[in-house]
């Protein structure tokens, strides 16, 4: 007994809802769940986070929280096993536990994740999980004998060639491509994800954008009839100082699918030696801003933003995602190196040390400086534990990024969106206030 195909109806839909000049709200319909937007995706890394976000729904009135997003390497760390959700119920029905219900209402995003066919930092989750493809693991063996034959030096242009090499060959070969994107899919549709997204090449040459192009198509393909389907692009972000392969990052949106999901890794605008990233980045947000003008039935979605989760939910892109304890880049803080991790600060818009919270507030006799709705339940901001600490802020950390969110629609239904340009004015990384315009 399938629990999953009850309630699935085909289809994204997106219809603007207000717009003001060059920001807007939209709802995006994916099959019999709604979000509004600007909208957050919280990125979860483990089940206890699971678990916090559940609690942060059910507790409070999240308003532009729509869902998760789970990377293909972290889901066995995450989601529950399918087994626990089938037990049968005394009616012979099936059982619907916490989660069952909590994905009534929210997303869930499988991101295949495929950066750490490249990077070393999750590699070895891809070679330990069942759920990864035969060809994966041939290549990452084929990773491993070129790492122990070659000389440290060397070991990163072999990296690239063999990368390239295998994409390029994927993509030339239907009898490759095809299977690799149905078992992608069929992993992601056991799991219950609301969007298919089909394993994409990590594009950190500019020659993988054509490959990146048909793995998309053959996923909008392969799709028709399984589910909802968006097209995905993990771009290196070095390549935004790549004029011409922005260019054609550009006219490849153009595509005929309505969601769009891209990932810059490692994006960080607020390094002052980042301008022509910045001016690059800018510019693309002006172009994903004009084709939603031109085409409103098409939405875009900034997976892992970093820094950029605010200007990046103001202009150009409808949806955005970060993870719940605020970092983005790989090797940040997480449950297996227990530490005091680090709070996002509403006004300053940076994240920021434990012991400077307590430092700069400790003194505010346990009133935390945070409008949030999180904070105004929370007490002893002093006093907690290392767990009471992770906890609170994993939940405060999402809870900013949904203030804000609600905060930029506010501005664009009032026909003042330079007062969220006004908000990053204001700011400690007031440079990426550039990324927005000024009228
Ligand atoms: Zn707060």
């Known amino acids: 007994m399938s629990i999953k195909a009850s309630s699935y109806t085909e289809g994204v839909t997106i219809q603007e809802v207000d717009r003001d000049r060059f920001a807007r709200l939209t709802t995006i319909q994916v099959g019999h769940k709604s979000l509004i937007t600007p909208n957050f995706l919280t990125r979860l890394s483990s089940h206890s986070e699971l678990r916090l976000f559940m609690t942060l729904k059910n507790d409070f009135d999240t308003k532009r929280l729509g869902g998760v997003v789970v990377r293909f390497t972290d889901a066995r ?9 089938q037990q049968l119920d005394l009616n012979n029905k099936v059982a619907k536990d916490r989660f069952d219900l909590f994905l009534e209402n929210n997303l869930l995003i499988i991101d295949p994740a495929t950066e750490y066919l490249y990077y070393n930092y999750e590699m070895g989750e891809f070679q330990s999980n069942p759920h990864t493809p035969r060809i994966f693991l041939d290549y990452l063996d084929e990773v ?14 072999a990296k690239r060639s063999l990368h390239l090499t295998f994409w390029r060959d994927v993509a030339k070969d239907d009898k490759l491509s095809i299977p690799l994107v149905k078992q992608y899919f069929n992993y992601q549709q056991s799991l219950d994800s609301d969007i298919l997204l089909a394993p994409v090449p990590f594009i950190n040459a500019s020659e993988l954008l054509p490959v990146a192009h048909k793995m998309n198509h053959i996923g909008s393909q392969l799709a028709k009839g399984r589910g909802q389907f968006a097209s995905y692009y993990i771009v290196a972000s070095e390549l935004l100082a790549n004029m011409s392969f922005m260019e054609d990052l550009k006219n490849s949106l153009m595509d005929g699918n309505r969601l769009v999901f891209l990932k810059f890794k490692g994006l960080d605008l607020t390094r002052p030696e980042r301008e022509v990233e910045a001016d690059n980045f800018k510019d ?13 039935q098409k939405a875009f979605c900034l997976l892992e933003t970093g820094h950029q989760l605010y200007p990046s939910a103001v202009y150009g892109f409808d949806i955005v995602s970060s993870s719940m304890n605020g970092y983005d ?5 997480t449950d297996e190196h227990p530490t005091y991790g680090a709070w996002r600060d509403y006004q ?3 994240l920021r040390k434990h012991s400077d919270v307590i ?9 935390i400086p945070c409008p ?7 007490r002893n901001f002093e006093d907690m534990s290392l767990g009471e600490w992770n906890e609170y ?3 405060h950390n999402t809870a900013v990024p949904d203030l804000w969110l609600g905060e930029i629609a506010n501005a664009i239904g009032k026909r003042q969106t330079e007062l969220a340009r006004d908000k990053l004015v204001r700011s400690r990384v007031k440079i990426l206030a550039d990324l927005i315009p000024r009228s």
């Open 77 to 85: 760390r995450v989601l529950p096993e399918k087994s626990k959700l």
């Open 144 to 157: 491993d004998r070129t790492k122990a034959k070659k000389h440290s030096q060397r070991v990163r242009s």
């Open 284 to 296: 693309f947000m002006e172009t994903i801003s004009y084709i939603s003008k031109e085409s409103p």
């Open 329 to 333: 880049s790989d090797g940040g803080f």
């Open 348 to 350: 300053s818009m940076t």
């Open 359 to 367: 430092g700069e507030f400790g003194a505010n006799h346990g009133n």
């Open 372 to 378: 949030c709705y999180v904070c105004k339940n929370t």
């Open 393 to 395: 802020r994993r939940l």
